[in-house]
């Protein structure tokens, strides 16, 4: 339970004390009027002692009362009806409220921390009023009246003889049997008469001899004579008079007798015999008795006549707060008006003499007696008193079997019976605080009751004995609480008395509160909530409550259970503001606990409730909570929730229809995921045009190609800017969303639509219909940012000729789904745009539960929806930026930075370019060349300049060189149509090459430019406002199969130069699959033949192995290699060595064929007029058609393949003088062996295709770098290494030159044998066959080489090592020669036989060395080729 402010040792004994009645004579009555008070209101603040009191027990020890206190009250004949007790307690408990601004208490239990009213003062109220409203019953005395109070005034007539009169009427009113009520303690009550004298108006001479005379006749213990109003009612003067009885009339202004109305309700009593004091629209029911004046009446509970018969006053309609009624009629009376401090005194004087001298003797006198009458009959045999009982109560016991007996009125006691006078003193001895002699009586009184089976009584003398058993002093015996739960449950079960037994559980609950036993006394609450009374279930609830949260482990669970339960029964009871509280007190412990059921439930009744009180923000908020938390609640639930929450905000927003739109719960945004879109919509594919793919709220972010996309721009950007990208270049960024840098104001184009995606998930199973849904905005013109006009014109939020705004006029979100809308706005104007959020109209689908877009509502998408009710409100968007982690300050603390994709900046308009793909293929063959058309259409109102393509894969696409001549086929010829420039050429000259040469310069590709950006030939450089330009492109399939992503980014810029966006981009992305078509693998080598037509400088010889690989999935019939051209700046193709007379060279599917050509070196002084750009190209045709290589697209997509070689850096010149020569040496060896020979194989393939043939062309390319290493038309694929153990070395600080490897060193020097083939010799006329043998050695390299050469028997060659037979050579066998650049020399040699067979010459050792070098780079020549000769014998 809840903190009292007061114990229960105080409670108990203020609840039951001395009654007294007072009967009052109208002039009595008119005297206290006049301070608007009855005579018993009059005495009320003065009714309690502060000192002790003493008196004597029937045992003649002193016994001291402390705090006594009595109770005074008017003589009401009726008693009070249960109704009017239900609707007083029901005014009771809404008139309490908390105070505002009450700290509460915050009690900490585990991971909860709860603010919980420590005080619960309507209950304290509730429990008092009920206390002191209880009717008078016959089983027990505690509120029988002990004594009357007869009052006349001093200015009255006959004040003696009124008395008389009082006298009689209170002896007519105790004995007559007409009177049922009030009940009386004794047949002599005890008579006090009080003579009343007004001193501002009165005689006071008069009132002393009345006094005088009264003191004859009822002596001086039995009267007195009080003076009051001591001064006329004066106004100035009131401040100074303090009030002691507003806080009795205000607190209890119901049940103190007062009269007024309120609603049905009459509560009336004898206060306004002065009717012109205090009128109650004449309501009052004035009870005339046998024509004595009007001075009491019904009981002030009782019910009006025109009041409900049904007497229901638990229902919502009836309970009507008084409070504020009550405050009505007190607010301008003050009371005690004409009573100065001195009458104060008088009356509290007045007390105590009535207390100790009338009231106190009477009560001493009374219990001795009836204490003699206890112990005259405990003389008696207890035995056979019961004996005699049973035989001799024939009169007070009717007749009746055992289970009546038992019943509620089963035995009702005379008066008289000896029974009752122990229950009296019992009481007596309660009221006076005797609590040991009261509870001897009571455990007497008890026993007696249990045997006659008056169950009743007995209840009654339980429920005190356990009382005064806990109140004893000195505690000497422990409380029983059986005894009370015995009587609460006779008075419930047996007696069916519910009043009475919940009195028990109120007294018997603070019982146990006190001793710590909050289980206990939780359970007692709990046991007494019932149906019958949802007022008095909602208060044990709500006590049962804070029971649960004082424990010593205090459970939380229960106390929220219990307040809920607690709360619902208020709101049953019409206790609206009490339930709400109950329910708030429960939410702290069940929110955020995932008890989402128990929470939605919670928040439903908190709005409802909130809003029967007009608490509209708070309804609201609660409703809120119920429908953004993640709600597991049924469709149809939801549904209700979500229409009951509309029909509150639609009530609220009708009372400011003016003020800003709220905002709105439903549907989820999800901030961070709204993406701006800066542009138009791409244009869809018009039959052979396909528009550039661009950037478009379809695509999804992909980090890998926004970073290529990046790298792409800065490329053209450093190009455009002579190799610098400028300081301020920042990426151009289309679509912000939560992947991309929005750390600075985007910039839009006037003109230009701004599209903002907003994603919406609706969590509700019912779908939710948005209408009229669009951005919210606000913008700042930029003319209008000068310092006059700022505050004037600085936002503008709704005017459509600065930003027109597009509102979608229904969006409907399914149940649980996620959509998103998209929302545009176009700017008319320059300025700063400020995107702040969305505002619709909030709905839901009349009649349907569940939309599940199959069946649901098939023609709601259609037409417009049938809404059942909606709200206008917004959302905001609100995205929070980054988080900061750079500096140390912000890696400790967390903070955000700025994301300011919302907030663009509208920039003067920008030239705008589309680009449209014409006749672009998806398919290629593997080096396919096909040609397309590229549209370039200026759509804005500037000119455009400086256009350029840039994407990684170069060698896919060419707009043709600058020597190319723009053809003038439109896009629609023929299919068969060749893309390259051809030539019919006479039949032959077949064999041989047709010799032509380019500049690579020409195709935009020289050392150190950068062959990705390539520049787009628009005629004139500019592009219109409107104009659009067609320009061939050719396509080359990729040499890899597979699916191919090509990036084209195509950069421009205006023609006049503005400040905020220096260029704009637009993307392409191509998607080209290719299927495999030839392999193409070429390896050249030294021609031995050193002879020369041309002269000197050495012939090659070039192999080339072609290889179908395709395996008709494209439907492929046969290639054709109609054409193999070379380019190089000093080898040439010279003829084809094929021996094959067959002109043309068909590979069907998965066919071979190896081609041999010879490469001879371009003419010397040929090479010397070229430029180091200048190419030479040969062509040998396999057909009659010659496809000139030099020129566009064959040399381009050459040129765009070699663009990686090109790339290279070239080696610079190191400083050091050693080294550097050591270098050089090793350039030049390296050189020998090199060659910078470049294949090009040009190609038909015949398609047949929906029965209708195809020709393709295309290219492959094979760089050849290396002599005798294989070169490959398509990139090898790399194995990967294996793994290997880490090695942990310490480096050593050596140089490691740089050594030529032995294949490199081994081309320095050529060497050839020339011999006969076969040799006859007669062995049987000379032994010994001499062989004349010339060794030919030629110095390849540019540089003086030293050469050695041995001469040996034995050879080393693997392939050699088969050929048996041994020779010698006869002569010098080791010679030192020098030989100049490229100077060949011959020696003539000797070769000794002895046998005939088959010898390889081919033992020559030569070792060579630069001759400026030392002998560290000598090695070892060795001819690859045996040189063998046959020794016939004749």
């Not at 005629?1019 to 406002?1025: K, R």
Request: net charge neutral.
């Amino acid at each position: 339970m809840a903190q009292c402010v007061q114990s229960v040792q105080e409670l108990i004994p203020d609840s039951f004390v001395p009654c007294v009645a007072a009967l009052c004579s109208d002039e009595a009555e008119r005297l206290t009027r006049r301070n608007h008070l009855s005579f018993a209101e009059l005495l009320k603040p003065f009714s309690r002692f502060t000192s002790e009191v003493h008196m004597r027990d029937p045992n003649n020890q002193l016994h001291i009362i402390k705090n006594l206190k009595i109770t005074v009250s008017n003589i009401i004949t009726q008693p009070p009806q249960p109704g009017a007790i239900r609707k007083l307690l029901s005014d009771v408990v809404s008139a309490s409220q908390p105070a505002e601004g009450l700290v509460a208490n915050v009690i900490t239990v585990g991971d909860y921390d709860l603010n919980i009213s420590a005080t619960t003062p309507w209950f304290e109220s509730y429990r008092e009023t009920f206390l002191q409203s209880m009717p008078a019953s016959d089983h027990e005395f505690l509120n029988h009246y002990l004594a009357c109070m007869l009052v006349a005034s001093s200015s009255e007539a006959e004040p003696v003889e009124q008395f008389s009169k009082l006298s009689q009427e209170q002896h007519r009113i105790q004995h007559n049997s007409d009177y049922s009520y009030p009940k009386w303690f004794i047949p002599n009550t005890l008579k006090y008469y009080v003579l009343l004298h007004d001193v501002s108006a009165g005689d006071e001479q008069r009132a002393d001899s009345i006094y005088e005379e009264m003191k004859q006749k009822y002596g001086t213990q039995g009267c007195y004579l009080l003076k009051i109003n001591s001064r006329t009612s004066n106004r100035a003067s009131d401040e100074q008079i303090p009030d002691p009885w507003s806080q009795y009339l205000q607190k209890n202004s119901i049940q103190n007798q007062e009269s007024y109305e309120d609603g049905p309700f009459t509560i009336t009593s004898n206060k306004n015999s002065d009717s012109n004091l205090l009128s109650l629209d004449g309501l009052d029911n004035e009870v005339k008795v046998d024509g004595l004046p009007n001075n009491f009446r019904a009981h002030s509970l009782q019910l009006d006549q025109s009041s409900d018969p049904s007497n229901s006053f638990d229902g919502p309609d009836h309970t009507k707060p008084s409070s504020h009624e009550t405050k009505k009629i007190n607010t301008g009376i003050i009371h005690g008006a004409c009573l100065t401090l001195t009458d104060h005194d008088r009356i509290r004087q007045f007390i105590q003499e009535f207390t100790f001298r009338g009231l106190l003797p009477h009560i001493e006198k009374t219990i001795r007696q009836l204490n003699d009458q206890l112990i005259s009959r405990k003389g008696l045999s207890r035995s056979l008193f019961s004996a005699t009982k049973k035989w001799f109560s024939g009169s007070k016991v009717p007749e009746k079997s055992i289970n009546e007996l038992k019943n509620t009125s089963g035995l009702q006691y005379p008066p008289e019976a000896p029974e009752l006078q122990i229950r009296k003193m019992a009481d007596l001895c309660f009221l006076v605080q005797h609590y040991d002699l009261a509870y001897s009586c009571y455990h007497t009184a008890k026993k007696d009751f249990l045997n006659d089976q008056a169950m009743l009584y007995a209840a009654g003398a339980l429920e005190m004995a356990a009382v005064s058993a806990f109140l004893q002093p000195g505690a000497p015996r422990p409380y029983p609480a059986h005894y009370m739960d015995t009587a609460i449950q006779t008075y419930r079960d047996i007696c069916k008395n519910m009043v009475l037994a919940e009195r028990c559980v109120l007294l018997s609950a603070e019982i146990l509160k006190s001793q710590s036993k909050y289980s206990e006394a939780a359970a007692l609450l709990i046991r007494l909530t019932s149906e019958d009374s949802d007022l008095r279930s909602a208060l044990l609830l709500e006590q049962a409550a804070h029971c649960f949260i004082n424990m010593k482990n205090p459970m939380v669970r229960k106390y929220a259970f219990h307040m809920i339960l607690a709360g619902h029964r208020f709101s049953k009871a019409g206790q609206k503001k009490h339930a709400l509280r109950c329910y708030c007190q429960a939410m702290q412990v069940y929110k955020g606990k995932g008890w989402s059921l128990a929470e939605d439930h919670i928040n439903f009744t908190i709005g409802r409730q909130s809003y029967t009180l007009r608490q509209l923000d708070n309804a609201v908020s609660a409703f809120r909570h119920i429908l953004i938390n993640e709600s597991k609640q049924s469709a149809a639930q939801q549904g209700a929730f979500l229409r009951e929450y509309l029909y509150v905000y639609k009530n609220v927003s009708h009372l400011s229809p003016d003020g800003p739109l709220p905002q709105l719960p439903l549907p989820y945004i999800n901030s961070s995921a709204t993406r701006v879109f800066f542009g138009h919509d791409r244009r869809p594919a018009d039959g052979e045009k396909q528009a550039a793919t661009h950037i478009s709220l379809d695509q999804e972010y992909d980090s890998e190609s926004s970073q290529q996309w990046r790298e792409l721009e800065e490329q053209v950007v450093a190009v455009v800017n002579k190799g610098i990208i400028p300081s301020n270049f920042h990426p151009t960024q289309y679509c912000l969303s939560s992947y991309s840098d929005n750390s600075r104001f985007p910039l839009a184009v006037v003109e230009e639509p701004i599209t903002v995606e907003v994603a919406f998930r609706n969590p509700l199973k019912v779908p939710l219909l948005l209408t009229d849904l669009s951005l919210l905005w606000k913008f700042q013109p930029k003319h209008f940012i000068g310092k006059d006009n700022e505050e004037s014109k600085e936002l503008v939020t709704g005017e459509p000729e600065m930003i027109g705004t597009e509102v979608i006029s229904e969006f409907l979100i399914n149940s649980e789904e996620s959509k998103v809308a998209r929302l545009k706005l176009f700017p008319h104007h320059v300025g700063e745009l400020h995107i702040l959020g969305v505002v619709y109209n909030l709905g839901t689908i009349q009649g349907s539960v569940t939309v599940d877009g199959i069946g649901g509502l098939p023609g709601c998408h259609t037409g417009k929806h049938s809404l059942n009710m909606s709200v206008r409100g917004r959302q905001d968007l609100e995205i929070q930026g980054p988080r900061l982690n750079n500096t140390k300050e912000e890696k400790t603390s967390i903070k955000y930075g700025p994301d300011r994709r919302l907030d663009p900046i509208i920039t003067e308009e920008m030239p705008l370019l589309e680009v449209f793909f014409i006749h672009f293929p998806t398919g290629l063959l593997c080096g396919e060349i096909q040609k397309a058309y590229v549209e370039f259409v200026n759509v804005s109102k500037c000119p455009l300049t400086g256009l350029k393509v840039v994407s990684k894969r170069p060698e896919f696409f060419t707009f043709g060189g600058n020597t190319a001549v723009l053809t003038p086929l439109s896009p629609s010829a023929s299919e068969n149509c060749s893309a390259y420039k051809t030539v019919v050429t006479d039949s032959t000259s077949v064999c041989t090459a047709l010799i032509s040469a380019a500049s690579s310069v020409d195709f935009g590709i020289g050392i150190g430019s950068q062959p990705e950006v390539i520049p787009v030939p628009l005629p004139d450089a500019v592009l219109l406002p409107g104009a659009s330009v067609q320009l061939p492109m050719w396509l080359r399939g990729p040499d890899e199969e597979g699916v191919h992503e090509i990036n084209f980014l195509f950069y421009y810029e205006s023609v006049k130069k503005k400040p905020k966006i220096q260029h704009r981009i637009l993307r392409h992305t191509a998607i080209i699959c290719t299927s495999r078509s030839l392999n193409v693998r070429a390896t050249v080598y030294r021609s031995n033949s050193l002879e020369d037509e041309e002269g000197r400088g050495g012939n090659m010889l070039v192999f080339v192995d072609v290889e179908n690989i395709n395996t008709s999935e494209a439907g492929v019939k046969e290639f054709h290699i109609v054409q193999v051209s070379s380019s190089s700046k000093h080898w040439m193709l010279q003829k084809s060595v094929n021996l094959s007379e067959n002109k043309d060279a068909k590979l069907a599917s998965r066919e071979k064929g190896k081609f041999c050509f010879k490469a001879v070196r371009c003419k010397e002084k040929e090479a010397a007029t070229q430029s180091s750009e200048k190419y030479t190209f040969a062509d040998i045709l396999f057909g009659n058609e010659q496809i000139i290589s030099s020129a566009s697209p064959c040399a381009d997509f050459f040129y765009r393949s070699l663009s990686s070689e090109l790339k290279k850096p070239q080696t610079q010149p190191s400083a050091h003088t050693e080294k550097q020569s050591l270098e050089d040496a090793v350039r030049l060896i390296r050189k020998c062996s090199e060659v910078d020979l470049n294949i090009v194989i040009l190609w038909k393939a015949y398609v047949v295709e929906d029965s209708k043939q195809l020709i393709l062309e295309g290219q492959h390319h094979v760089i050849l770098n290396t002599i005798g290493k294989e070169a490959f038309s398509y990139p090898q694929k790399q194995e990967p290494p294996e793994m290997e153990l880490l090695k942990f070395v310490r480096p050593e600080n050596t140089t490691v030159s740089s050594r030529p490897s032995v294949e490199q060193l081994s081309s320095l020097i050529k060497m050839s044998l020339h011999y006969p083939e076969s040799f006859n010799h007669p062995f049987h006329q000379k032994s010994l066959c001499l062989v004349p043998v010339t060794l030919l050695l030629s110095n390849c390299s540019k540089a003086d080489v030293d050469v050695i050469v041995d001469l040996r028997h034995k050879t080393t060659s693997p392939e050699a090592l088969e050929i048996h037979g041994s020779f010698t050579w006869l002569g010098q066998t080791q010679y030192k020669l020098q030989l100049k650049s490229q100077e060949i020399h011959s020696l003539q040699l000797k070769a000794c036989f002895v046998h005939t067979g088959v010898y390889n010459l081919g033992t020559p050792r030569v070792f060579a060395k630069l001759s400026d070098q030392v002998t560290v780079f000598e090695t070892s020549q060795q001819n690859s080729m045996p040189a063998l000769i046959i020794i016939n014998n004749v």
